[in-house]
C-alpha cells in the first residue's frame, strides 16, 4: 500500500500528520491522553503551604512538581476575594463574593495554567510552547513565554480581538490567525505541536492546565476562614476553569479539611450555549448543540468545548446547573463591577454576575447563601466594549463653563 505523497499516516489518534513528522520528534512532554493526576492527600498539605514560592506555588504540595526551587519568572496567584457591599446591595446577595482573577500578570485566570506549563517546561529544556486560544490563552502564553526566555507559536481564529492581538505581538510570539476559527485552530495546534515537536499547552490535554487552574479552589477556602462557599458560579468556555475548580474542592475534601462539595453555576452566552442545551437534555456530551457562536464574549464563544464531558458530569455531581446570557446583560453587568466593585471585567467574565439573575429565578441559587462569581478576565483588553454611560463636556478653561454646565 503506498503513502500519499507528502504526507506520513501515523499509527496513532491524531492520523494523518506532515511530511516533516520525520525530522522532529514529538517533545516527551507532549501528551495522547488526558491525565488526571492524585496525591497522598492529608491536612498538613493545606495547612503548611510549600515555601518553593509565593501564590499559588505555595500549594505546590498538591500540584505535580519536584521539590525544586520555582524558575517561572511572574507572580500568579493570592488573587483578591472580594466582598462589595455595594455590589450585595445591588443584587440582593448578602453573602455574595467576587474571586478577582482579573489581578494576574496578563489579566486573566490562564496565567496561572500557564505558570505551571512553563515551569515545567523551564525544568525540561523546553524551547517552544504552542497553544490555540480564542485570546486570554494566547496573551498570557505570549507574555509568560517572554518572561521564561522561550519561544511561544499561537493560534487564534482571524476574529480575534484587537487588542490580545497587539498584546501577543508585542510579547513577540508567532501568530497564526486562522480563518476557520478557534475549533479549526485547535486541531491544527495539535498537529503541528505534535509534528514540529514542540509543547503542547492546549486546554483540556495539557493535564497540567487543570492542575493549576484549580489552585483558585484553596484559595477560596482560604479566604473563607476555611469554609466552603454554597455556590460557585464560573462562566463557562471549553468547561476546564469550572472542573478545575471542581477538582480544587474535591482535593479538599479529600484532604480531610472540609466536608461538603459547593454547587456550581456554569454560565454561557445565549448565542454560544451547547453545554447549556446539552445540560437541559441530559445528554453526556455537548457535540449535538454545535453551531456557530454568536457573541461579543470571545473568552467563552467555544461551540465544541474540551472539557464537554467532563464539566457535565462535574456539574451533574455537585449540583447546580447552566445559565445563558446576553450580550446585553453582559454589557450591563461589565458597568455594575466597574461601578460597585471597582473591578473592571472583559464580557465574558461579566457574564458570572449577569448568570446571577437567572440562576436565582430558576431556584438554583437562594439569596441567603454564599456564593462565589469569578471574575476570569480584565476588560482593559477588550476596550471597545466598556459602554459609556454619559459624554464628556468639552469646554474652555473656564469655570462658568463649569459652572453652566453642571448648573451649580
Ligand atoms: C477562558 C475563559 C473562560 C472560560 O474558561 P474555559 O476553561 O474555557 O471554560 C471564561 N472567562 C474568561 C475571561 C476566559 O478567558
Known amino acids: 500500500m503506498g503513502k500519499p505523497t507528502g504526507v506520513t499516516v501515523v499509527q496513532n489518534k491524531d492520523t494523518t500528520v506532515w511530511p516533516h513528522e520525520q525530522q522532529h520528534k514529538p517533545h516527551p512532554l507532549y501528551q495522547e491522553e488526558i491525565v488526571s493526576y492524585h496525591y497522598a492527600y492529608s491536612p498538613a498539605l493545606l495547612t503548611s503551604p510549600s515555601t518553593l514560592g509565593q501564590g499559588m506555588w505555595r500549594y505546590s504540595a498538591l500540584l505535580p512538581l519536584e521539590e525544586t526551587a520555582i524558575r517561572y519568572p511572574l507572580p500568579v496567584g493570592n488573587t483578591p476575594l472580594i466582598a462589595s457591599a455595594a455590589l450585595r446591595k445591588t443584587t440582593q446577595l448578602p453573602h455574595l463574593w467576587l474571586k478577582d482573577e482579573t489581578k494576574t500578570p496578563t489579566g486573566s485566570n ?48 482571524a476574529g480575534v480581538s484587537h487588542t490580545k492581538l497587539r498584546l501577543m505581538l508585542l510579547a513577540g510570539a508567532t501568530v497564526f490567525q486562522v480563518t476557520e476559527g478557534y475549533e479549526a485552530a485547535f486541531v491544527l495546534s495539535r498537529q503541528a505541536a505534535k509534528a514540529f515537536g514542540w509543547y503542547d499547552r492546549n486546554t483540556g490535554v495539557n493535564p497540567l492546565t487543570l492542575e493549576a487552574k484549580k489552585t483558585v479552589a484553596f484559595e477560596i477556602w482560604e479566604q473563607l476562614g476555611g469554609h466552603m462557599p454554597d455556590v460557585v458560579v464560573v462562566p463557562v468556555g471549553d468547561g ?36 447549556k442545551r446539552a445540560w437541559e437534555n441530559n445528554e453526556p456530551t455537548a457535540v449535538k448543540y454545535r ?37 446585553q446583560a453582559m454589557l450591563q453587568s461589565i458597568q455594575v463591577l466597574a461601578s460597585t466593585a471597582g473591578v473592571l471585567a472583559e464580557p465574558a467574565a461579566a457574564s458570572a454576575l449577569a448568570g446571577l439573575a437567572p440562576a436565582i429565578a430558576t431556584g ?16 482593559l483588553k477588550q476596550p471597545e466594549h466598556l459602554v459609556a454611560q454619559n459624554t464628556p463636556f468639552t469646554i474652555r478653561a473656564d469655570i462658568e463653563e463649569v459652572a453652566n454646565a453642571m448648573q451649580l
Open 110 to 157: 490562564k496565567d496561572r495554567a500557564t505558570a505551571l506549563v512553563l515551569e515545567h517546561a523551564l525544568r525540561n529544556g523546553v524551547t517552544t510552547v504552542s497553544c490555540a486560544s480564542t485570546g486570554n490563552v494566547a496573551v498570557s502564553l505570549a507574555i509568560g513565554a517572554a518572561a521564561a526566555g522561550i519561544n511561544a507559536v499561537i493560534f487564534v481564529p
Open 291 to 327: 453551531e456557530p457562536a454568536r457573541t461579543i464574549a470571545d473568552g467563552i464563544a467555544v461551540n465544541t468545548p474540551v472539557g464537554g464531558v467532563l464539566v457535565l458530569k462535574d456539574i451533574r455531581e455537585c449540583g447546580g446547573g447552566f445559565v445563558a446570557v446576553s450580550d
Open 240 to 275: 476546564l476553569t469550572l472542573s478545575a475548580l471542581v477538582k480544587g474542592f474535591r482535593e479538599l475534601i479529600a484532604c480531610g479539611v472540609a466536608q461538603r462539595l459547593p454547587r456550581f453555576i456554569g454560565v454561557q452566552a445565549e448565542g454560544c450555549q451547547p453545554l
Open 364 to 379: 438554583l441559587i437562594e439569596p441567603h447563601e454564599v456564593v462565589i462569581i469569578c471574575v476570569t478576565g480584565n476588560g
